[in-house]
């Protein structure tokens, strides 16, 4: 029997090629969707952390100028702290300012008074000199002095001072103000070496000026001459707090031989003068005061490098109140620039203890 043969189906086989056609091309573009997903994803990633790293330059760029405004302000704030501090110190020197010039419009005032009072005792004292030359004496008859001095051309003067008592006080400021007049000039002198200093001008009158004055203490009288400047010192040695005799002006001599040899230096007090006056048993009779200027310290030195105007004078208010009563203290003042109110102070001094003052000439004595 002949085998019978086997029928092909033709539609399933062709079914199934469509289906996996088909599901091959879906898988083909599912992965062909999903790698250009992934380039997007990565380029997006790209430009995210591009930002994000411009976001933090920014950020750090800003942290910086926070920093900096921080420190402008802390700047501002010292600056601001400096002015207001500068600004009351400016309103306290103009205080001063207007106090001096209220101490100075005074002085102006004193010194008229002290004008008018020097008038009056010239035309008194011509009136004195006519009255004895018509009665035959010799006005300038000095009596006996134990020593001499001839000024510039043999000339007489008349100063007011009287050189009488039996215990006679010298007083001699061997400051470094008594180098010169003027403050530039004191300053480049006291650089000098101490003979500069020694023939300076100034101190050659003052030396001048004491030996005019030992050369009219009487006979009979003691003395005691100090130099001063921020303490006082006897001018013979061991002679401190003790009177000493003229003995026939030799005594005198040896004290002038050791002034020449005094070389002026520091400040000034009045202090220690004073101190002197009060210590000297018996009292003096009279005090001759050779000076060019209010002190510069009380009895310490003050703080810092400048002494105003006002300062000077409660250092001179200070230094007067410790002042025996009743002694007369004659004033030789020689003056200096930048110090207007020494002269009215010091010639108050001398009309309230009833003493002379003199501001003398630069060719006396």
Not at 19 to 31: D, E, H, N
Request: with cysteine.
């Amino acid at each position: 029997m002949a085998r019978k043969k086997r029928e092909l189906n033709v539609f399933n086989i062709s079914f199934l090629d469509c289906m996996s056609c088909g599901f091959g091309a879906v898988v083909l573009f599912f992965m062909i969707i999903n790698h250009a997903s992934e380039v997007r994803s990565d380029s997006l990633n790209e430009d995210l952390i591009s930002e994000v790293n411009q976001l933090e330059t920014l950020v750090l760029a800003g942290e910086q100028r926070l920093v900096q405004l921080r420190n402008s302000v802390e700047e501002t704030d010292k600056e601001t702290a400096i002015t207001e501090g500068l600004s009351n110190k400016v309103l306290d020197e103009l205080v001063v300012t207007r106090e001096q010039l209220a101490d100075m419009s005074k002085l102006t005032v004193a010194q008229q008074e002290h004008l008018n009072q020097l008038k009056a005792d010239l035309q008194a004292r011509d009136e004195e000199r006519k009255r004895l030359l018509e009665e035959g004496r010799d006005p300038e008859d000095e009596g006996g002095a134990l020593r001499s001095y001839v000024g510039q051309g043999d000339r007489q003067y008349l100063t007011g001072l009287r050189m009488g008592g039996k215990r006679i006080l010298i007083l001699v400021d061997a400051s470094a103000s008594m180098l010169d007049e003027t403050i530039v000039n004191i300053i480049r002198r006291r650089n000098m070496p101490d003979e500069q200093k020694l023939a300076s001008r100034k101190w050659q009158r003052a030396l001048s000026t004491v030996d005019w004055l030992t050369a009219q203490i009487p006979a009979d009288s003691k003395f005691q001459i100090y130099v001063f400047n921020t303490k006082a010192t006897p001018l013979l040695e061991g002679s401190d707090g003790t009177w000493l005799e003229t003995d026939q002006g030799r005594r005198l001599d040896e004290a002038m031989e050791q002034l020449r040899k005094v070389v002026p230096q520091n400040g000034t007090s009045l202090y220690g003068p004073v101190r002197v006056a009060t210590a000297l048993k018996p009292a003096p009779d009279n005090i001759y005061l050779v000076t060019d200027s209010l002190p510069t310290q009380g009895e310490s030195r003050p703080r810092g490098s400048k002494v105003s105007a006002k300062q000077r004078m409660q250092f001179f208010d200070g230094a007067m109140r410790g002042l025996p009563l009743g002694i007369p203290v004659n004033v030789i003042l020689f003056p200096m620039e930048g110090d207007a109110m020494a002269a009215g102070a010091f010639w108050q001094l001398a009309q309230v203890t009833g003493g002379s003052f003199m501001s003398p000439s630069r060719d006396w004595p």
